[in-house]
C-alpha cells in the first residue's frame, strides 16, 4: 500500500516531464509512419490508426499547452 | 539539495527519453522485418463472424491487411454473421510489402448454389490490360452432386466420373485416351472437362477431316478491342494481314500485339507501339494502319492468335492463309451494318456499352431485345448444336465459352466440351474429367478449399493484389437463385526467403 501511494505521488509529481515525452514519442511515431506510408503506401496503417495517433497527440499537445506549467 | 533535486530530473528524463526512443527503434525493426519478410511469406487473414464492434464503430481499429469486399451493393454483413455475397463478382484488395512467388488461399464459406449458379471460383487479378484474372475452383456443384449416379475415381485432384464402369484408375482411362482419343466414345464429344487444358491429349476434333487444300480467308468485320482466334494451316507457312485503327477515346498510350500460340506455347509475336501523332482522348481516329505476318517455319496444324490490344484499337479486314477463322469466347463487332455471326455455345451473354448499339437481334430461332448499357443479358437457346445471331449492327460485346465465326465453313473448335454454368448434361457424355479438389467439410454445414497459385506474374498496384470471388449468374434481382455466405478468407504468399535471395545474389 505503501508503494502503491508512493507510485501515484511519484506520477503526479513527473506528470509534466512523462507528458511531454509522451507528445515527442508521439511525434516521432507519426513522423516515422508518414515516411514509412511514402515508401509503401497502406503498410504503417496495417498495424496503426492514423486518426487515433492524430487524436492523441492533439490531446497531449493542448494537455501541455494549457495544463503543463513549468 | 537544489542541485540534487534537478539532477535527479534530468537523469529520469534522459530514462523516459532512452525508453521512447528504443520503443520507437523496435517499432522501425518491426515494420524493416515485415517488409523484407526474411522467411519469405506474408499472411492476411479476415474473419468475417464476430467483430469489435467498438473498435469499428469508433474507427479505432487499423486497417486490414484484406480490404472490405467491393462494390458494396452486392455484400451484406450483419453484426455477428459472415458476408452474405448477393451478386457476382466481389473484390478484395489484398496488401503485400513485396511481390511474392505463390499465393495460397483458403476460404471458409456455406454456398447455397442452384443449377443456375452452380461454379464458385476465385482468383487474382492476371493481365490489368485486357482485366483477366486467373480464376480457380472452389465449389462445383455438379461435381459435388450432378454425377451422383455416375462411377467415379481419383487420382490426387484429377477427377473421373463415367457413366458405365469402363476403366479402373484413372491413369488408365488417360493412357487410353491418348491412345485413341474420341474412338472412345459411343457418340462424338463424350468428354466434357472441368478446370482442365488437356494439352497433351488428342484435340477433341480430327484434323484429317478438316480441309487440307490452301485458301484465304477475310474475316469480314470489323473488331474491337481483344481478340483471340482459333485457325488450322494445312500447310506449312502463315500470311496474315490486315488493318487496324485506333479510336483514341481513353487516355492510354494504345499499343497492339500479335501473338500466335501452338499449344501453350508461343511461337511468333509482333509488338506495334503507338507512335500515332493523334492525341488520346482527341476521338481523332487517324489513318487505317496496315500489318503483315508473315512465317513461313510455323508447321501445318492447329494455332491460336491473340491480339492484344485495348478497347481503343479496332481490327480490320483479317484476311489469313486459313480456311479456317474463329473467335473465341468472345467477339465484339464495331461495323454499322448487318452483322452474321454463328456459334457452337447454346448460350449467349450479350453487353452494350453505347446506347446507339442497344438493338433487336436473333439468337437461334428467338428474338431478343437489349433496352440497358451496362448490363449483361443472357440468352439460352432451347435447341443444340450451331446456333446463327443476327445483329442489325454492331457494338454488343457477345461472349460464351464456346466459339464465333463468319461461316460455317470457318468454324473451328478443338476444345473439349467443359462443364460451366451453361452446360447441358448430354445423353451422350460419357466421361467427366475435372482438376478439381472437393471442400473440407466443418462444422455446422461450412466448408473450407485451399487454392494454389503461382502469383509471380500477378499484377500489383500500390502494394496490392486484387482477389475475385465469382459465382457466374448470381445477381441482384435474384433471378438465378443462390447467395454465398463467407466465413473466414486467409492468403499466404510464399516467395524466396533471405537467405536464398542473399545466394541468389552471392552467386
Not at chain 2, 114 to 142: C, H
Request: aromatic letters at 16%; charged letters at 20%; glycine letters at 6%.
Amino acid at each position: 500500500m505503501f508503494k502503491s501511494k508512493s507510485n501515484i505521488l511519484f506520477f503526479k509529481k513527473n506528470f509534466p516531464l512523462i507528458a511531454e515525452e509522451f507528445f515527442y514519442f508521439i511525434t516521432s511515431l507519426l513522423i516515422v509512419g508518414a515516411g514509412l506510408e511514402f515508401i509503401l503506401p497502406g503498410f504503417f496503417t496495417l498495424y496503426f490508426n492514423i486518426a487515433t495517433l492524430v487524436l492523441v497527440w492533439l490531446i497531449t499537445l493542448l494537455f501541455l499547452l494549457f495544463y503543463v506549467r513549468r | 539539495m537544489i542541485k540534487s533535486f534537478s539532477f535527479f530530473m534530468l537523469s529520469l528524463r534522459f530514462k523516459i527519453r532512452i525508453f521512447w526512443l528504443i520503443l520507437l527503434f523496435l517499432i522501425v525493426i518491426f515494420f524493416a522485418f515485415r517488409f523484407v519478410s526474411p522467411s519469405g511469406s506474408w499472411r492476411c487473414r479476415q474473419n468475417f463472424t464476430g467483430s469489435n464492434i467498438l473498435l469499428d464503430s469508433l474507427s479505432l481499429s487499423a486497417s486490414a491487411c484484406i480490404s472490405q469486399a467491393s462494390p458494396a451493393e452486392r455484400v451484406v454483413r450483419a453484426t455477428d454473421g459472415p458476408l452474405l455475397v448477393l451478386a457476382d463478382p466481389i473484390y478484395f484488395s489484398i496488401f503485400s510489402p513485396r511481390p511474392f512467388s505463390r499465393a495460397e488461399v483458403e476460404i471458409v464459406y456455406r454456398p447455397h448454389l442452384s443449377s443456375s449458379t452452380p461454379i464458385f471460383e476465385a482468383g487474382f487479378l492476371a493481365d490489368a490490360k485486357l482485366w483477366r484474372y486467373q480464376l480457380k475452383p472452389v465449389y462445383n456443384l455438379w461435381l459435388e452432386q450432378g454425377f451422383s449416379s455416375w462411377f467415379s475415381l481419383r487420382d490426387g485432384n484429377m477427377r473421373l466420373f463415367q457413366k458405365e464402369k469402363r476403366f479402373s484408375s484413372v491413369s488408365e482411362f488417360l493412357s487410353a485416351w491418348r491412345q485413341q482419343g474420341s474412338d472412345l466414345c459411343t457418340y462424338k464429344n463424350c468428354l466434357a472437362v472441368y478446370n482442365l487444358a488437356l494439352n497433351d491429349f488428342p484435340p477433341a476434333l480430327d484434323f484429317k477431316n478438316l480441309k487440307q487444300a490452301p485458301s484465304f480467308f477475310e474475316f469480314p468485320y470489323a473488331l474491337r478491342g481483344a481478340h483471340q482466334f482459333y485457325f488450322y494451316l494445312p500447310q506449312a507457312g502463315l500470311e496474315l494481314n490486315g488493318s487496324f485503327f485506333d479510336l483514341n477515346d481513353n487516355k492510354d498510350k494504345d499499343e497492339a500485339q500479335f501473338l500466335i500460340f501452338s499449344g501453350q506455347r508461343q511461337v511468333a509475336s509482333v509488338n506495334l507501339a503507338d507512335q500515332r501523332p493523334q492525341a488520346e482522348e482527341s476521338a481523332d481516329r487517324g489513318p487505317v494502319q496496315a500489318f503483315s505476318i508473315s512465317r513461313s517455319d510455323l508447321a501445318p496444324g492447329l494455332y491460336r492468335l491473340e491480339f492484344k490490344a485495348n478497347d481503343d484499337l479496332v481490327l480490320n479486314s483479317l484476311r489469313i492463309n486459313s480456311s479456317y477463322l474463329s473467335a473465341i469466347n468472345k467477339i465484339w463487332p464495331f461495323d454499322q451494318e448487318k452483322i452474321f455471326l454463328l456459334t457452337d455455345a447454346p448460350y449467349l451473354q450479350v453487353k452494350s456499352l453505347d446506347p446507339g448499339a442497344l438493338q433487336d437481334f436473333s439468337f437461334g430461332q428467338e428474338r431478343l431485345s437489349l433496352s440497358e448499357i451496362y448490363h449483361q443479358y443472357e440468352f439460352k437457346s432451347r435447341q443444340g448444336g450451331v446456333q446463327a445471331i443476327n445483329l442489325e449492327r454492331g457494338g454488343l460485346i457477345l461472349e460464351n465459352n464456346g466459339v464465333f465465326a463468319a461461316t460455317a465453313d470457318s468454324l473451328l473448335n478443338p476444345d473439349y466440351q467443359r462443364l460451366a454454368r451453361f452446360s447441358t448434361l448430354s445423353e451422350e457424355m460419357d466421361f467427366v474429367l475435372a482438376d478439381y479438389e472437393s471442400a473440407q467439410a466443418e462444422e455446422d454445414g461450412w466448408l473450407r478449399s485451399r487454392l494454389d497459385f503461382e502469383a509471380g506474374d500477378f499484377y500489383r498496384e500500390n502494394q496490392r493484389y486484387s482477389l475475385i470471388l465469382s459465382v457466374p449468374g448470381l445477381k441482384l434481382d435474384g433471378g438465378a437463385g443462390g447467395l454465398l455466405e463467407i466465413k473466414e478468407i486467409k492468403v499466404h504468399f510464399y516467395g524466396k526467403s533471405l537467405g536464398e535471395k542473399v545466394r541468389d545474389w552471392l552467386h
